[in-house]
T-cell receptor, first 112, second 114 residues
Framework: GNSVTQMEGPVTLSEEAFLTINCTYTATGYPSLFWYVQYPGEGLQLLLKATKADDKGSNKGFEATYRKETTSFHLEKGSVQVSDSAVYFC???????????FGTGTRLLVSP | EAQVTQNPRYLITVTGKKLTVTCSQNMNHEYMSWYRQDPGLGLRQIYYSMNVEVTDKGDVPEGYKVSRKEKRNFPLILESPSPNQTSLYFC?????????????FGPGTRLLVL
């Protein structure tokens, strides 16, 4: 079946540190991959997405590259800010399925 | 402003007392979905709808009902809530292209069933 595995959190960083949140997936075929972000007390928002192998999604300084050979979609940011503190969800959707499959989420805490 | 709204945002109820969580979107989206979010489990789809009068089960539909009589509304009904339905619930909608497109999420409804 389709599944997404994310690194456990929380991830605690100082402001301006480099961020990596690992995400790997299991799926047949060619799923589309997403990162959603959930700020405290809010719903999820799309952060970035990639629809085919080697695509790079980017937004707000975050990047993730769709790596089919390693079935990964790791989220990176070169310099995090306190305002990036949130829960980050990796997700996929596969052809023929009418749902997003989410990972368990990774909480990021950035201190000044 | 394009948005998905949910009501109520917070609800405390007792076992067996029927409740409805409303969801409405103003983007004319055809696709709508309900998820529940639980610690350590991420989000799991409860039900989805691909258009008016077209609904189908997601991964965890037991104990829930939905209806889609109008394009903009997709209420979630708990006929006889139980404590294991205590959770954070999100409604989401998607433009044409379905769930492969960006999903727009509501702010969430936190439900406690005693």
């Amino acid at each position: 079946g389709n599944s997404v595995t994310q690194m456990e959190g929380p991830v605690t960083l100082s402001e301006e540190a480099f961020l990596t949140i690992n995400c790997t997936y299991t799926a047949t075929g060619y799923p589309s991959l997403f990162w959603y972000v959930q700020y405290p007390g809010e719903g999820l928002q799309l952060l970035l997405k990639a629809t085919k192998a080697d695509d790079k999604g980017s937004n707000k300084g975050f990047e993730a590259t769709y790596r089919k050979e390693t079935t990964s979609f790791h989220l990176e940011k070169g310099s995090v800010q306190v305002s990036d503190s949130a829960v980050y969800f990796c997700a996929l959707i596969n052809t023929g399925f009418q749902k997003l499959v989410f990972g368990t989420g990774t909480r990021l805490l950035v201190s000044p | 402003e394009a948005q998905v709204t949910q009501n109520p945002r917070y609800l405390i109820t007792v076992t067996g007392k029927k409740l409805t969580v409303t969801c409405s979107q103003n983007m004319n989206h055809e696709y709508m979905s309900w998820y529940r979010q639980d610690p350590g489990l991420g989000l799991r789809q409860i039900y989805y709808s691909m258009n008016v009068e077209v609904t189908d089960k997601g991964d965890v539909p037991e104990g829930y009902k939905v209806s889609r009589k109008e394009k903009r509304n997709f209420p979630l009904i708990l006929e006889s809530p139980s404590p294991n339905q205590t959770s954070l619930y999100f409604c989401a909608s998607s433009p044409p292209g379905g769930f492969y497109e960006t999903q727009y999420f509501g702010p969430g409804t936190r439900l406690l069933v005693l």
